[in-house]
């Protein structure tokens, strides 16, 4: 049990995930001085920082999706705990009240410019007990270093995370509609509502290192992954269909759309030459083709046989796939599951449940 003091308690904490963050933290720091240091023309070898740039740089790079980690955050409350700092320090000479006084003001600022920053603690901490050097910038020490350092801080951490390909500034992208219209997707239009997300924090009554969008979009994912665990029995071998109308890559686009009409199914499974399965075509594939299906055919969404049928859900509900192809090892069709297959499935389970559930009650 006392181990597990010592295990981390980030969620999604990966190992690649820390040693992005130790890379970007390295850059990070080391340019900020040295660009810091030209700016001021100290030269290169002198290193212009102040101490809470290296408490930023591991929100920046270890939790950038933290709401303490955005652009406004770092840059505004450094320079604004900052400012505080130095004006108790102005006002209050007595270091211990001073201290105490400029770390609680600064929170307050942060609070009420939606720029609360942890560092800024800190910064506002060197405002008043910085020593000479920042006694003889006075008022200038928010803006030339910190706020110098914020700023290129934050510059070299839009651009590193712009190469790690990683979402910052965070920003929650919205469920979107496949259909172009105002509803939501269907995913999103059971189960709890943004009112509920709400209610339940104002219950807990703490603050949390997240967002309330991204809140929202854990449990939705949570939500699914519990329905899968709970239909983790039914494969897809059990629902899938087995007689899977296909076309050729060489196939024309008359061909294609004659076998959707035909058959009334709204995908086709395109196969190669050695009958392994290369992509799918639908009516909406086949409005661009001018020759054959090879030209036009989009990814085809796969599973194997022995797949839970419930983790099918994600894609097809996205509002693009109608249907995923069940293959073996060799890519070769063994089946095929749409989306009213699946539906079915549930129906059924949910029917078989039901009786069970009236006998507990």
């Given amino acids: 049990m006392a181990f597990r003091l010592f295990v981390p308690i980030l969620a999604g904490a990966t190992l690649r995930e820390r040693l992005l963050a130790c890379i970007g933290a390295t850059i990070g720091i080391a340019l900020t001085g040295v660009i810091s240091g030209l700016a001021?023309?100290?030269?290169?070898?002198?290193?212009?920082?102040?101490?809470?740039?290296?408490?930023?740089?591991?929100?920046?790079?270890?939790?950038?999706s933290s709401p303490l980690a955005q652009p406004w955050s770092i840059i505004g409350g450094n320079t604004i705990s900052a400012l505080v700092g130095v004006?108790?320090?102005?006002?209050?000479?007595?270091?211990?009240?001073?201290?105490?006084?400029?770390v609680a003001l600064a929170i307050a600022a942060m609070s009420f410019t939606r720029s609360l920053h942890p560092p800024g603690g800190a910064a506002a901490l060197t405002g008043v007990l910085g020593g000479p050097a920042v006694i003889s910038a006075g008022f200038l020490f928010p803006f030339v270093p910190v706020a110098l350092n914020s700023i290129i801080l934050v510059t070299l951490g839009l651009l590193f995370h712009k190469l790690s390909r990683r979402n910052y500034p965070h920003v929650h992208a919205?469920?979107?509609?496949?259909?172009?219209?105002?509803?939501?997707?269907?995913?999103?239009?059971?189960?709890?509502?943004?009112?509920?997300?709400?209610?339940?924090?104002?219950?807990l009554d703490e603050s949390f290192d997240i967002d309330r969008d991204d809140i929202k979009r854990l449990l939705r994912q949570v939500e699914l992954q519990a329905v899968v665990r709970s239909?983790?029995?039914?494969?897809?071998?059990?629902?899938?269909?087995?007689?899977?109308?296909?076309?050729?890559?060489?196939?024309?686009?008359?061909?294609?759309?004659?076998?959707?009409?035909?058959?009334?199914?709204?995908?086709?499974?395109?196969?190669?030459?050695?009958?392994?399965?290369?992509?799918?075509?639908g009516l909406r594939?086949?409005?661009?083709?001018?020759?054959?299906?090879?030209?036009?055919?989009?990814?085809?969404?796969?599973?194997?046989?022995?797949?839970?049928?419930?983790?099918?859900?994600?894609?097809?509900?996205?509002?693009?796939?109608?249907?995923?192809?069940?293959?073996?090892?060799?890519r070769r069709i063994l089946g095929l599951i749409t989306q009213t297959d699946l539906l079915a499935a549930a129906a059924r389970v949910q029917t078989a449940d039901r009786p069970a559930l009236k006998a507990v009650a």
């Fill in 231 to 281: 239909h983790r029995t039914l494969l897809c071998r059990d629902i899938m269909s087995r007689d899977v109308i296909s076309v050729t890559e060489n196939a024309t686009a008359d061909e294609a759309r004659k076998q959707l009409l035909d058959h009334n199914i709204r995908i086709l499974p395109v196969v190669d030459a050695e009958a392994r399965l290369a992509g799918a075509v």
């Fill in 40 to 64: 001021m023309g100290s030269g290169p070898h002198v290193a212009l920082l102040v101490a809470p740039m290296g408490a930023s740089a591991v929100l920046l790079f270890a939790v950038p």
């Fill in 174 to 203: 919205p469920g979107a509609n496949s259909h172009g219209t105002a509803d939501r997707p269907p995913t999103m239009r059971v189960g709890f509502r943004p009112e509920d997300v709400d209610a339940a924090l104002a219950a």
């Fill in 87 to 102: 004006t108790v320090a102005h006002f209050v000479h007595d270091p211990v009240i001073a201290s105490g006084l400029a």
């Fill in 285 to 330: 594939e086949l409005t661009r083709a001018t020759d054959t299906v090879k030209g036009v055919m989009s990814k085809a969404g796969t599973a194997s046989p022995d797949t839970p049928a419930m983790s099918l859900l994600p894609a097809l509900t996205d509002g693009h796939s109608h249907a995923v192809v069940i293959v073996d090892a060799g």
